[in-house]
């Protein structure tokens, strides 16, 4: 796990991704206009905190929040703040990061990592 600073900034993420993360989010903020506050990461849980279930990409570092309290993970909500920018998504996709708000069920980005 490594810790990367960029447009004022320090997100805990993995060292792996790290590189491509800062760059991807670098244009997006640039390109959209959308600066999140808040950007969270690494955090050791289970999906859904339900230890039967198995560990969220967020335990490697590997999946991220933007402004989670504003931004609800789901595709039928019009009420997430990152709606309003749409290029910052995009951007995101293009790089290869998958975003929650596109999920059709809560896991799915840990059954693709299978």
């Given at each position: ?6 447009t004022g900034q320090t997100v805990r993420l993995n060292k792996l991704i790290a590189d491509i993360f800062v760059k991807a989010y670098k244009e ?87």
């Open positions: 796990m490594g810790k990367r600073t960029f997006a903020v640039e390109t959209s206009g959308y600066k999140p506050k808040v950007v969270y990461s690494y955090v050791p849980r289970h999906v859904s905190r339900d230890p039967t279930k198995s560990l969220s990409v967020h335990s490697f570092g590997m999946a991220f929040d933007f402004d989670s309290t504003l931004n609800p993970m789901c595709k039928t909500c019009t009420n997430g703040i990152i709606r309003k920018y749409p290029k910052f998504i995009d951007i995101m996709n293009k790089y290869g990061f998958l975003w929650g708000g596109d999920f059709t069920y809560y896991n799915k980005a840990e059954k693709r990592r299978k």
